[in-house]
């Protein structure tokens, strides 16, 4: 087992080169010129050597597959067993538009990585691309390349670098920047590429529209073709909204004393928002899920991003092993600044308190590019508009105020974002009151009231 100390190093450290991703790895220069061999070449460098050893990691895989004690003790008698990749990549997943790729490389254990980006070769005529080394992990069968072609990437490729040393490269087209992180149970490692604004609007219809998991908003006019009706809060600068109802599918979140889910309240209270947005302000509206599917935090960064959403509203519910606690709070990411928040955090993220830690820890260089400021004035609006509006009906509730904290869910949002938590589920009072339609409603309408209000703010 290792300790926390060795765990928070090695997840660091291969961070730590992040602020200098153009000017190749301070630090690492003999790792990368050893490294410095396109996939192409290094499975013609395989090639090289024998038989018995160019496919190790097909033989790897299948030991590493066999069950059983007299397995165990077979295995257990070869030395190279040792080097045998304990972990797996089982899936590769990427969302673009022009200007943002997002890709996650999905394990099934937490591993060692380092990351590099090589300039482009021009005698094997190999473009620029970057890659990151997976120590003491296999490419699982059926993890396929995957074409991106969005002007930032052109392809995201995978191979078995060595026996225990799984590789993904991305070759690039044009590129700005790119940060890689880590997030945890299940491990992932995300990495998100920006490029130069473009306006390719016939590209972005189509990335809404492959975003959105069912069509409920099909034949409505794009929002651009219409018109605000007088007296409404002019949208000029917002003109696309992400509403993002937490939990869903096989994670119910938070569960209430008599049984109740947060990711069927929260779905409730999204759909009313959405509708009331779209017809309040006339924005168009993004739904992170309409229904009761799994999708995981990272996707719906990706979505909001991906559909160059100029606002993100995460919705939940909150909970507390103390049974008395009640009342409304909105969060921004940055730093916990109490346990409380950490928590909370922990909770949402479905992770530990120690890999809260952990994310707290990269958050500063992840943030550089967050709208900090404009998600505290919206998580400010939000937050007090919505506790005006329920506690006009139901006096005992509580404003717990904004506060701040690393959500997996907010982490690489490029516009505005924020995350509430509508009341506490694990309230019996609250929860009662979560599944009354019209209290739902009336949440909904507390935090559009917040968002109109913020967006006042913004002429
Ligand atoms: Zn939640």
């Known amino acids: 087992m ?51 050893d160019a496919k190790p990691g097909r033989k790897a895989q299948k030991r590493g597959d066999a069950k ?29 538009n022009p200007d943002y790729t997002r890709i996650v490389v999905v394990l099934d254990q937490e591993v060692k990585y380092t990351h590099h980006r090589l300039k482009q070769d021009h005698s094997a005529t190999l473009p620029e691309r970057i890659y990151v080394d997976i120590e003491g992990a296999q490419i699982a069968p059926g993890v396929k390349d995957l074409p991106i072609g969005d002007g930032l990437l052109k392809t995201a490729r995978v191979g078995q670098y060595r026996p225990d040393v799984a590789r993904v490269v991305l070759d690039i087209e044009n590129i700005r920047e790119f940060k890689i992180f880590p997030l945890s149970d299940p491990f992932r490692i995300i990495i998100d590429v920006k490029g130069e604004r473009k306006t390719e609007i016939s590209r972005l219809e189509q990335s809404i529209s492959a975003a959105r998991p069912e069509p409920t908003e099909s034949g409505e006019p794009p929002a651009e073709e219409r018109r605000s009706p007088p007296g409404k809060v002019k949208t000029d600068k917002v003109r696309r909204i992400v509403v993002d109802p937490g939990h869903g599918g096989h994670d119910p979140g938070a569960v209430g004393p008599d049984g109740v889910q947060e990711k069927d309240v929260v779905l409730a209270i999204g759909l009313k928002l959405a509708a009331i947005l779209r017809e309040e302000l006339r924005v168009d509206v993004v739904m992170t899920r309409s229904t009761d ?20 509203v995460s919705i939940h519910a909150n909970a507390s092993l103390n049974r008395a606690a009640s009342g409304i709070e909105t969060y921004y990411l940055n730093l916990a600044k109490t346990d409380k928040a950490a928590r909370v955090a922990a909770r949402e993220n479905n992770t530990s308190l120690e890999k809260v830690g952990l994310l707290q ?17 919206m998580a400010d609006e939000v937050q007090k508009a919505l506790y005006a509006k329920v506690s006009r009906k139901h006096h005992e509730a509580k404003n717990l105020g904004v506060k701040q904290g690393p959500f997996y869910v907010l982490v690489g949002a490029t516009m505005p974002s924020i995350l509430v938590e509508t009341a506490f589920i694990s309230n019996e009072r609250e929860a009662e009151l979560l599944k009354d339609r019209e209290y739902q409603e009336t949440i909904a309408n507390g935090i559009l009231d917040g968002i109109k209000n913020y967006i006042k703010g913004l002429h």
């Open 2 to 52: 290792m300790n926390a100390t060795t765990l928070i190093l090695l997840l660091i450290m291969p961070l730590c080169s992040l602020v200098l991703p153009a000017a190749g790895v301070a630090g690492t220069g003999k790792i990368g010129e050893a490294h410095s061999v396109s996939m192409e070449s290094d499975r013609m460098l395989v090639c090289k050597i024998s038989e018995k």
């Open 68 to 96: 059983g004690p007299g397995n165990k003790r077979e295995l257990d008698t070869i030395p190279r067993v040792s080097t045998l990749p304990k972990a797996h990549v089982t899936e590769l997943r990427t969302w673009s």
């Open 293 to 312: 599917v799994f999708i995981p935090l990272e996707e719906r960064t990706a979505i909001a991003n991906k559909v160059n959403a100029d606002l993100f």
């Open 361 to 377: 820890a990269i958050l500063f260089d992840l943030m550089a590019n967050s709208k900090i400021n404009d998600s505290a004035r």
